[in-house]
């Protein structure tokens, strides 16, 4: 005689009738909950979000709001706007050396870089059939295969090399199902930039096999070290194995704007202009104006922002020497993060939940980006330099 | 020897091999390049597109690009804002007796109700069930149903009662594996809006069978007989059993926005919630804000528009039946569209072609929204009445 536990429990059997397989598969995330703490409580300095600190350049906001004002509210073509398109490929080729022929038919304009992975897996991954993922890798990585029914094979990467990606590996666990590899270089959350040499390696094996890499050049640049960024696409022959995927959200800190684009070959463009109908269309029609001209800034624009990070990188590495409960094996060389490993012996959960609670610090737990991430936090410096120094020293205060 | 037709049909079978089967199996659809027709040939009166041919309301655009000159640049939460998601409560339950108890777990605003149609699915749907859909019906229904590799049930409708749905089709043809059934009142392309005796009726079927019902209410504002809108959702009982999916894009004449909505039980949209971060993390912020405006407005915009489109209603009815080469069985009642019979015995592809070529006026073939609209065209007025005017008499004037 339990009657609300009763229909609790009769509840929760049909729920979990009702919904299917592949979501209640899926891990769960902090991922949210992390950006809502981040944005809610005003005592905590967090080194978790994955998004820049500074607000859109204000010629894109002025040209966004001129746009909206001359009545560009309509749908754009479901591949995007020409005249971004053509943009697009300017850029391509200048910044990258991807050489794109014709834009109209080789680019997509998607919703960030997220929608452009999700249409391209679609495009490519039949239920069952494999993916190469990166282990740490970016967290959406592995459930978006598992949301097209395919199977993530994971690549194990250890910080003692600084997490780069073995070509061998590639080759070892490549099956007759195996049909594409997610790279990401920069990479989130390692920071990690694969050096041209090793990209030629792995484009080795990516003609042997006949696989096609899900190039995500989210951070492109956002390179500090020695090395430059290399776009997979523009390596000898891959143009037919390689779908290109970037951002305006990290280059042009309008992560708001929800733009990004995928180029490659029309063969696979095409499909993927004709299943975005049934994704979201196409994306805001005026944020694609404003993504336009911030392509056409001046490059002082990007150099600033960038050159603010190499600051905060370099005082972040300073202070993750001088932390006892931190060890970097190898210093990163892109993105805006580092993954230090945790020297404690603690899981990543409960050292994150202890520098929270004890010195109201934010980090991300290391294990949120896959199993090999597991003894391993994510810190961010997408931050001001103070408070960035400020987080350490309240760690430090309390024995971290 | 002829390397270069060899070599096209080497690359031929290899992006055969490439490409996924969900995506080869899709029907090939004309949309995008009707849309291009559209927008390029201004010798061309278009009754094609399905869109408002209003711009977006001023004050929404006046408060987006306040919103982005306030740096509201940045991500928001993957379900979106916490103040439209209340605002969106407020309108379900005053505009459709749709009660939310907690928006910010019942609610998710997604990317058009286009994003949250293939997030419910996701939800919802394992590979090989089944889902309900109406033929003819809004064209991207189907297809969608393959990419999440489910299987879509055809509900054939026919004109002679006004394309309405019966229960009872919907009982016969229920096996194990069905899952949902998306309903669209008013509907696209058929312009029918459901009475609210036959969505009791298809009410008690759901509950008999326990499936969800994906309600996309993308025309909601647009009825215009005798029969009123009517929510699935607000039907008793039908909260456990409904996903309502409605948009800014049609009531607001906002469709470049990228905004719609989609509410249901905290089960079902906690999870879209979870999965929309793989999709496309959130919909663009300033963008949400601009939406958070419009439902803010007086309902005197919604109503304007609404009654321009009742006027081209009855000039369009008016024009259609004196037009030999068309029929309508029965008067639709919503949405902007009409779909009449072609009387000629002509397929509705060569009809279109036909018109096109020797009228300059553009309609869409009835067959790109199911073989039951083979033999219909779908006609849209939401166009200036001096354009559907002149597009009919262009039409007489070759013999139609």
């Known amino acids: 005689m339990q009657p609300t536990k009763k229909n609790k429990n009769v509840s929760t059997a049909r729920w979990k009738h009702i919904l299917s397989e592949r979501v209640q598969q899926l891990p769960a995330s902090e991922f949210d909950q992390i950006m809502r703490i981040s944005k809610e409580n005003k005592n905590v300095i967090s080194l978790g979000p994955g998004e820049p600190d500074f607000d859109a350049p204000k010629p894109v906001i002025d040209y966004t709001a001129k746009m909206l004002e001359a009545g560009k509210t309509h749908y754009s073509s479901t591949s995007g706007l020409a005249e971004l398109k053509e943009a697009i490929a300017k850029k391509l080729s200048k910044d990258n050396r991807v050489h794109v022929e014709d834009p109209q038919t080789e680019i997509c304009v998607t919703a960030g870089s997220t929608e452009g992975l999700i249409l391209g897996l679609m495009t490519i991954v039949d239920p069952g059939e494999e993916v190469f993922v990166p282990n740490p890798g970016f967290l959406a990585y592995t459930p978006m295969v598992d949301l097209v029914t395919g199977f993530a094979i994971q690549l194990p990467l250890v910080d003692t090399d600084g997490f780069q990606l073995h070509p061998e ?149 300073k202070l993750i020497h001088q932390t006892q409960s931190l060890h970097l094996a190898k210093e990163p ?49 997408a931050t001001q330099k103070e408070k960035i120094q400020e987080a350490f020293e309240r760690m430090w205060e309390k024995g971290f």
Chains 1, 2 share one sequence.
Not at 333 to 356: C, N, W
């Open 333 to 381: 060389e892109g993105a805006f993060y580092m993954f230090p490993r945790i020297t404690e012996g603690k899981t990543s959960q409960q050292y994150a939940h202890d520098v929270l609670n004890r010195a109201q610090v934010l980090v991300v737990p290391g294990n949120e980006f896959g199993n090999k991430g597991q003894g391993f936090v994510r810190m961010s410096y």
């Open 169 to 317: 590996m590639i080759e070892e666990k490549c099956t007759e199902k195996t049909r594409a590899l997610i790279l990401n270089t920069p990479s989130n959350p390692t920071g990690t930039v694969l050096k041209k040499k090793v990209l030629e390696e792995i484009a080795d094996v990516i003609v042997e096999k006949d696989l096609i890499v899900l190039s995500d050049e989210a951070y492109e640049k956002f390179v500090f070290g020695k090395e430059k960024h290399v776009s997979f696409a523009s390596l000898n022959g891959m143009h037919e194995h390689t779908l290109t995927l970037q951002t305006m959200s990290k280059s042009y800190a309008m992560p708001g704007y929800r733009i990004g684009y995928i180029a490659g070959h029309h063969e696979l463009i095409q499909e993927i202009n004709r299943i975005h109908i049934y994704t979201s269309l196409a994306p805001s029609t005026a944020n694609q104006y404003g993504a336009l001209k911030a392509l056409q800034l001046p490059t002082s624009y990007v150099e600033k922002m960038r050159n603010s990070y190499a600051k905060r990188r370099e005082l972040m590495l």
